[in-house]
Structures are given as C-alpha cells and as structure tokens.
C-alpha cells in the first residue's frame, strides 16, 4: 500500500468479496492522458475473524468498519466511490423480444421481465442495455428480423440498501453500483474486436463471461472457488488450512501431488465452461471464442494457463487489469504479479461518469 492524498477527481473503487475487500484510487484527468494508480489497499475478513467465526456471514457493520480501516491505512480521503455488487447477489438475462421505439423499451421489458427473473420485480431495481445485433441463427431466420436483443439486469432493491448503507457508514459517497460483470469487462475486455470469455475465479464464486465487440453476450456463475482448492488439500493430505493455503500458493499445479488433487475441482469449472462455450456457438456458429482471460486471486494459481489451453484447446492467459491505467515503475512489477485480483475494483474505478442508483 503506498499513497498520495486526493482530491476532487479522484475515484475510488470498492470490490466487497467473499475474503475481504479491494480498494483502487484512481485520479482521472481532462487531458486525454489514462488515469493514474493513487491507491491500493487489501483487507482480509478471516484474519479479522477467529477461527471458529471464519464461515459466517460478515455484517454490514463489520464490513463498513473493515472498510474504515482500510480507508484509514491507505490514508484515502476521496469520498467518490462505486461499489460492486456480485454475481451472485443479481441477475444477468438475455431478453430477446419485439422491436419497439426507446421510449418504449421500458414499458415492453417490464411485460417480458418477469419471466426471466426468479423473484418479484417489485423487490429488484432493474437496469436494461439494447444489445442489438441478432445472432447469425436470426439473421437467417426472416421472421426474426423484427426483434431486439436487451440485456437485462436485476438487483434486489435489499442488496441496494445493503450497500447505501456500508458507504454511508464509511463516510462515502456512492456514486455507482455496478454488477461485478461489467467493471470486469472495463478493464479486461481491452481488445473489443475479439470475442472472449472472461473467468474470475474468487475464493467461493466463479464468474464466467461471453464479451463479443466489447459488450456482454452471456454470463453465468458456479459456487466453485480457491477455497475449495483448498479444502481438498487439507482434506486430503491431512493438514491444516493454513498450510494447505501456502501449499497451493507456493506449488500450484507445478506439483504433481498438488496438480492430481486440484485438477478434478478445476475440472469442475472446465466442464462448465465448455458448457457455456457450446450454448454461445450454437446460437453464433460462425463466431469463435477466440481466448480465456483469467482473473480473480485464483489466476494466480501457478500452471492453470497451461491447464485451461490443454483441456480447452483456446488461448488462455492471466488478465492485465491495468492496461488503461498509468502506474509508477517502481510498482508494476508487484503488480504484475499480484495485480490480477484488483481487475473489479480497477474497473469500478475507471468509470468516470456518475450513473442513477
Ligand atoms: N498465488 C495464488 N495461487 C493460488 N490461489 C491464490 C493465489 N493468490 C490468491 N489465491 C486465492 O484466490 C482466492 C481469493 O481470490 P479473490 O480475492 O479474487 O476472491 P474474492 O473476490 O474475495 O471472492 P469471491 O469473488 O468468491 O467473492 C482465495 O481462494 C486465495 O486462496
Ligand atoms: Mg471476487
């Protein structure tokens, strides 16, 4: 953690994650130059917590005391923040539905919505994005010339309150909410010619992502983590967290005992890609995923590129988060290495616009 104190042009953003929470400060600029890296704090919740505690559910106070620390640490005194909310605490469809004027999307998709969304839509804030380009299959398909494709977004109006109420105990001011997909996709989906999947691997959740012409075009998410890396490890060699944890951070795939455990669980997430991959070539067979970019602590995993390429036969490589952004020599190195698990709160902090909660 290093830092300069900041002013009105800087940004904060706030990845809350099953382990802890990831602060990035941003200072934006109007001469057209990338914004500068001011700020980076991490905080675990387990080593706050006693061992027996470390499965719960961290609270909200818990979280924006966390949090205040974190602030405090990072000598952080920008207030503009965006939170992220996780994949698992929103919902992400593709609406395919008939073409209607913009003034009338709203009033169409609120027909349509609840046929796609699991919980009642007088308890979710919704958000919408026209994607618009027909798949090949409808291109050929004359009948379905005359429809739009919408992606479209829920969030509990409770997760919403959830999160006002962190920054306002926190001393923030929350100027965007953001479903963890879409920062992602602003600082990892660099190239918007290509089409990829973006996988973030967290340590309870894994998020996966179909990117084409640099928008979202498919999202999905499986209760599969580092943690459960390593648990097996623990489990299976008979030795504690900690050291299964140091283990797996160490070692990684590049041990054969290690690499024979861990492969199943990974297998898992394969499996599930391959899946994800099939749906989104069956709707665009002319189209190919043309790469895998990891993110997430779990891209760290030393040999899960070469694993990913040789199961999926696709280019796979660690994501750079900070491509859009201008970071001091003396700390790219370190980034580089370790820099991956910041791409949500990177791309919370890239987005200089201020959007309606
Ligand atoms: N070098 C490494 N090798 C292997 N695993 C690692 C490495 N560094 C971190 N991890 C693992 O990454 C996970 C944490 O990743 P991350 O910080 O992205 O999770 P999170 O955002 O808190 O969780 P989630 O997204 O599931 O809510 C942990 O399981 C941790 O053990
Ligand atoms: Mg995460």
Redesign the pocket.
């Known amino acids: 953690m290093w830092g300069i104190f900041g002013g009105g042009n800087h940004n904060l953003g706030i990845?809350i994650?099953?382990?802890?929470i990831?602060i990035i400060e941003l200072e934006h600029n109007s001469s057209g130059k990338p914004p500068r890296l001011i700020n980076y704090v991490?905080v675990g919740f387990r080593e706050n917590l006693p061992q027996k505690e470390r499965e719960r559910r961290i609270t909200k106070n818990e979280v924006a005391s966390l949090l205040k620390a974190a602030l405090r640490e990072g000598k952080i005194r920008t207030t503009n923040s965006s939170f992220s909310v996780?994949a698992f605490s929103s919902f992400i469809s593709f609406v395919t539905m008939p073409r209607v004027d913009k003034e009338n999307i709203k009033q169409s998709l609120l027909m349509e919505a609840q046929k796609f969304i699991p919980v009642s839509l007088e308890e979710v804030v919704l958000g919408w994005e026209v994607i618009d380009e027909p798949s090949e299959k409808e291109i050929a398909n004359i009948r379905d010339q005359n429809k739009m494709k919408v992606l479209l977004l829920a969030v509990p109006k409770d997760i919403v309150a959830r999160y006002r109420e962190i920054a306002q105990m926190s001393g923030l001011k929350l100027k965007n909410l953001e479903v963890?997909a879409f920062p992602l996709l602003r600082s990892l989906a660099t190239d918007i010619k290509k089409t990829s999947i973006i996988l973030?691997?967290?340590?309870?959740?894994?998020?996966i992502l179909v990117v084409s012409n640099g928008s979202l075009r498919g999202a999905r998410n499986i209760g599969v983590?580092?943690?459960d890396?390593?648990e097996v490890l623990a489990r299976s060699i008979d030795i504690t967290y900690e050291r299964a944890?140091e283990l797996?951070?160490n070692e990684?795939l590049l041990n054969k005992q290690v690499s024979e455990l861990l492969t199943p669980v990974l297998g898992n997430i394969i499996e599930e890609l391959k899946r994800v991959i099939s749906v989104y070539k069956n709707k665009n067979p002319n189209k190919e995923i043309q790469e895998v970019i990891l993110?997430?602590?779990?891209?760290?995993?030393?040999g899960?590129t070469e694993l990913f390429v040789n199961r999926l036969g696709i280019h796979t490589q660690v994501g750079d988060p900070w491509s859009k952004v201008e970071v001091d020599e003396n700390i790219k190195n370190l980034l580089r290495e370790?820099g991956v698990?910041f791409s949500?709160s990177v791309g919370l902090a890239l987005k200089k616009e201020e959007t309606e909660i």
């Open positions: 990845d994650g099953t382990s802890g990831k991490t996780p963890e973030d691997i967290g340590s309870r959740v894994c998020n983590g580092g943690d890396l390593t944890d797996k951070r990684g993110s997430g602590g779990t891209a760290g995993l030393k899960i370790k698990a949500i």
